[in-house]
């Protein structure tokens, strides 16, 4: 209801992509302009009846189409209070150097690794102080090395049941041993929609795992 009766007809087909409620065989690239034009008309819309804050994490996954659409909003849209928080890798600089740089409303923030006594502090809030577990806790800021993502994908391993007598050196080697944990139905489900690559739907109790 944000959108005004008169742009529905053709805001809301561009905003179905986005929620994969389109047919495969439909050739989105040709559409880019109206898609973008759509999606920027829907998000003032939003803003303009309350403080609206759009995050969208993991950037450095983006096509080139949604990259230059983040870059232009905050340029695009004025009058109204938006604020666009991304996330990303450094490898979205690496790819787009200049990404995000020289706008007037915009701020980059570089984050490293962090310290041994900052994930040290991260871990035991996630394992516990239990003695027992001290060893455990070492390893753990050992092999994290600064990165707070392993920290808590091993917890979520954990939680599923997983073993941790020998722990994964990467967050992608975590990330597969809990998939191992999962049931054989839903590891073949995660095995099929692999194979079919792009993005996949669940709906049904598939989709809460």
Known sequence: DSVPEADRRWVEPSLRPLVGLVSEDVA??????????????FLEALAEQRPLVVVIDDLQWADDGLLEFVDGLVDLVEGVPLLVVCCAR??????????????RNALTVSLGPLAEVEIARLVESLLGRDPADADLRANVVELAAGNPLYAEELVRMRTSGGDLSGLPDTVLGIVTARVDLLPDAEKELLRGAALMGGVRWCVGPEAAS
């Open 28 to 41: 989105l690239a040709d559409r880019r302009e109206e898609l973008q034009a759509g999606w920027r008309v």
């Open 90 to 103: 450094p490898e979205l600089l690496e790819r787009r150097p200049g990404w995000g740089g020289g706008k």
